[in-house]
């Protein structure tokens, strides 16, 4: 998970975990606690119908979604769900779920425009809060200059990777989680068939 912080940083905590810094900071500055993401029947219709089933005209028209996307972030949208879904969707299923995908992060973009007056703090996932193709993306320059992307990653030390210098502003170590590998289930099978 990663932080996408308005106005003030999150504080590093030695003894709390992200949500928790993240939390204490909320409380600290008396930020409401607002719902940013798409509705999943709203996300399941853009997959199906595009952009326009779910999101007015006003906000295609202002998101500049009323055309085509630019084909560097659907390449990047579109690395980004295969590697996230093991590598197994048929080539038929990335339009809709790159629609789907960055209608969330515009969304979110709506919802912080529509709410950071007095500074706000957005939970989000990976995807959503990397520079290159999540919320930050759709902020126009006066927003992104009030805006600091924190990237909770796994790993030891404190050593930032070159990549994640380019997606977010600061990078926070956090203990890798014990879990099982989510593609081993589909080890050995091809792609999904449409």
């Avoid at 210098?165 to 289930?185: H, M, Q, S």
Wanted: charged share 30%; net charge positive.
């Amino acid at each position: 998970m990663q932080t996408v912080s308005f106005k003030k940083p999150v504080a590093k905590d030695g003894n709390g975990t992200f949500t928790n810094l993240s939390l204490k900071q909320r409380f600290k500055l008396k930020l409401p606690i607002i719902a940013a993401n798409l509705s999943s029947t709203d996300a399941m219709k853009i997959v199906r119908n595009g952009l326009g089933a779910a999101l007015s005209n006003e906000v295609l028209r202002d998101f500049n979604l009323d055309r085509p996307l630019d084909n560097d972030l659907f390449q990047k949208q579109k690395i980004a769900i295969d590697n996230g879904h093991c590598n197994i969707l048929p080539s038929s299923a990335f339009k809709g779920m790159v629609n789907a995908q960055v209608a969330r992060d515009v969304w979110m973009a709506k919802t912080i425009r529509e709410n950071s007056s007095n500074g706000l703090i957005l939970l989000a996932g990976n995807g959503h809060v990397q520079k290159d193709i999540g919320v930050y993306r759709w902020l126009i320059d006066t927003e992104r200059a009030r805006t600091e992307v924190i990237g909770f990653t796994e790993g030891d030390g404190e050593t930032e990777k070159e990549a994640e210098g380019r997606l977010y502003d600061r990078t926070i170590r956090v203990k890798p989680f014990e879990r099982e590998d989510p593609c081993k289930a589909f080890t050995g099978r091809n792609k999904i068939q449409t």
